[in-house]
């Protein structure tokens, strides 16, 4: 059975995320994927080149290599290399044993760190970590180039590759190498797995203004997000809710027919929520049947790591309803798969058409833009802090400056933010240790700073600190 999603961006383990997922169902009639032999045999022209040169060079190898060479490893080398000329990260052979790893993905949990990856310009990229998973809190963020895996550089690395890497049980661990914002630094972070649920929609209700709002986070769209956001939704609304917050932040992206089922329930029939385009530049516009959006406003909230199916809700959202988008601009992933499976259970998964805004615009590589801009504190984008030998007094070095921004950001004013360990810094960390239980030794061991990560990744999830929240709630509550 082919299926479809919206990215092929995977990590810690074969999950469908970042549109890594089937789409069991919808799929577009007017697709012709007969094979070539058919074709003829129907009276299609076959467009197929003369294929005597490869089966020249397969028969050159076999009978001449200097070694014995396996048929299979031949025939799947050669299917990997025509893949690889589409230069698409998104287009990917997977062999029977990858392809068995991929379709069990859909589990109610998987074993992994929890974060999407992609491939871009050559280089293996994080799109987003899970909500809560091992990723997120070791500090992985939106952007991270991973440079190596377990010591293994990931140059030529394939996305598979370095998913089946990156992957592994519960309990064990994996060490990256990461760059970060262009600096060329490389950073090493180890990241232990574990259990990662797949409970992808998570919801409250919130009070701004004397006003009820409702407030869903969608972390992922799979197999049953449509499903669980309907339940969430009516709940919200049996509350009489006065305005909606959609939180699509670090969603790397998903299910096609998942988003579309969520955005039925909003777009009316009066736009299109996404259209489709062909390589032929034929476009299909997909129309929902609602007459009526809803009685009270909302929000949408994006970030650099709403990818793909969270770009197509945040779009179809703002062009067809004009409801706002709050955060800072997407990740910028246009385009659709579809998953063929070959004879022996491998698949193909190719890129077969772009998707496009209600309005027609593409945002491939380029994003969208959110309408109200918001940043978050300076203390969210902070570099995980990991000390391999202690930090004291009148040491100068980029990790005093990174313990420096964490206990700025922690309210613990070190007084200054360039590296230098002086006598107000090493008060501030004393004042951190008091605070902790901890020894107040005024230095930074690794006991210390890893109670200083933990604490920084509470108060980023506390929701007095999360700006672009506060900013959508106030919006909504007018």
């Known amino acids: 059975m082919k299926r479809k999603w919206l990215s092929l961006v995977i990590s810690g383990s074969l999950f469908a995320g970042a549109g890594g997922g ?52 031949l025939v799947e080398g050669a299917i990997k290399g025509m893949v690889s000329t589409l230069n698409d990260p998104y ?21 992994g760190i929890g974060a999407e990856i992609t491939k ?3 280089k293996i990229m994080i799109v987003s970590p899970y909500k809560n998973s091992p990723a997120e809190k070791a500090g992985l963020r939106p952007e991270d180039v991973i440079v190596k895996i377990n010591g293994k550089s990931t140059a030529g690395m394939d996305l598979y590759e370095a998913t089946k890497r990156i992957r592994g049980k519960k309990g064990s661990t994996v060490t990256l190498g990461i760059i970060r914002g262009g600096t060329g630094k490389q950073i090493t972070v180890t990241v232990e797995r574990d259990e990662i649920p797949m409970k992808t929609v998570f919801a409250k209700m919130e009070r701004e203004n004397g006003k009820k709002i409702g407030y869903i986070a969608i972390t ?8 669980d956001f309907t339940n969430q939704l009516k709940k919200l609304e049996a509350g009489k809710i006065q305005g909606l917050v959609i939180d699509v932040r670090g969603n790397p992206g998903g299910l096609l027919s998942s988003v579309e089922d969520i955005l039925k329930q909003f777009v009316t029939r009066d736009k299109p929520y996404f259209q489709i385009e062909e390589r032929s530049g034929h476009r299909v516009q ?33 062009e067809a309803e004009d409801y706002p988008l709050i955060g800072v601009r997407t990740f910028g992933k246009g385009t659709v798969q579809e998953a063929v499976p070959m004879e022996d259970e491998s698949i193909i998964k190719l ?106 990744y509470a108060a980023a999830h506390e929701e007095k600190n999360d700006l672009q929240l506060q900013v959508a709630l106030k919006v909504v509550s007018k």
């Open 351 to 456: 890129t077969m058409f772009k998707w496009l805004t209600p309005d027609g615009h593409w945002i491939h590589h380029k994003g969208i833009a959110p309408t109200i801009e918001v940043k978050q504190p300076e203390f969210f984008n902070v570099q995980a802090l990991q000390v391999s030998r202690t930090l004291k007094r009148d040491m100068n070095n980029a990790l005093v400056k990174t313990a420096q921004q964490i206990l700025n950001g922690l309210g613990f004013a070190p007084g200054r933010e360039d590296g230098y360990y002086d006598i107000q810094t090493e008060n501030a960390v004393k004042a951190f240790q008091f605070d902790k239980g901890l020894p107040a030794t005024g230095e930074i061991d690794q006991k210390t700073a890893e109670q200083m990560e933990k604490s920084l």
């Open 91 to 111: 287009s990917v052979y997977m062999d029977k044993e990858t392809a068995a790893q991929f379709n069990g993905s859909l589990d109610s949990s998987f074993q």
């Open 22 to 73: 089937y789409a069991a169902g919808q799929w577009f009639s007017h697709v012709d994927h007969t094979t070539p032999a058919r074709q003829e045999a129907s009276g299609k022209k076959s467009d197929i080149p003369d294929l005597t040169k490869i089966a020249q060079a397969y028969h050159l190898i076999k009978s001449s290599y200097v070694q014995k060479v396996d048929d299979e490893k």
């Open 286 to 318: 997909y129309v929902s049947k609602l007459k009526e959006k809803k009685s009270y406003p909302v929000a949408v909230l994006v970030d650099n790591g709403s990818a793909s199916a969270s770009e197509i809700l945040a779009a179809a959202l703002h």
């Open 120 to 122: 871009k310009n050559g």
């Open 220 to 227: 992922q769209f799979s197999k049953d997000t449509a499903e």
